[in-house]
């Protein structure tokens, strides 16, 4: 079972970025497909969720607006479109897959947000 995430890199703000995450052993459509984020020194942060079945997505306030979750079945990834993006935007960025007991983390994509 592996998460690979990429896309991540150095933006201005009011950039854009797309981060994609690639699932490897299990299917991303029977799992809550989730984005989170982290600074060093605080906890990680649920950024965007994508349920299972019927595909509703969820948003933390802060990004709401902003940020777009989507799944992409015929290549069991999962993507996080950021618009207009703010400094405090700036975090490392994981994607996560959970069903029931089962829980898989990637290593993460670093996103700065700075001119």
């Known amino acids: 079972v592996q998460l690979v995430e990429s896309g991540g890199g150095l933006v201005q703000p009011g950039g854009s970025l797309r981060l994609s995450c690639v699932a490897s052993g299990f299917t991303v459509s029977s799992y809550l497909m989730s984005w989170y984020r982290q600074v060093p020194g605080k906890e990680r942060e649920l950024v965007a969720s994508?349920?299972?079945?019927?595909?509703?997505?969820n948003y933390a306030d802060s990004v709401k607006g902003r940020f777009t979750i989507s799944r992409e079945n015929a290549k069991n990834a999962v993507y996080l479109q950021m618009n207009n993006l703010k400094p405090e935007d700036t975090a490392v960025y994981y994607c996560?897959?959970?069903?029931?007991?089962?829980?898989?983390w990637g290593k993460g994509t670093q996103v700065t947000v700075s001119s």
């Open positions: 994508i349920f299972n079945f019927g595909g509703s997505t």
């Open positions: 996560s897959g959970t069903f029931l007991s089962l829980e898989y």
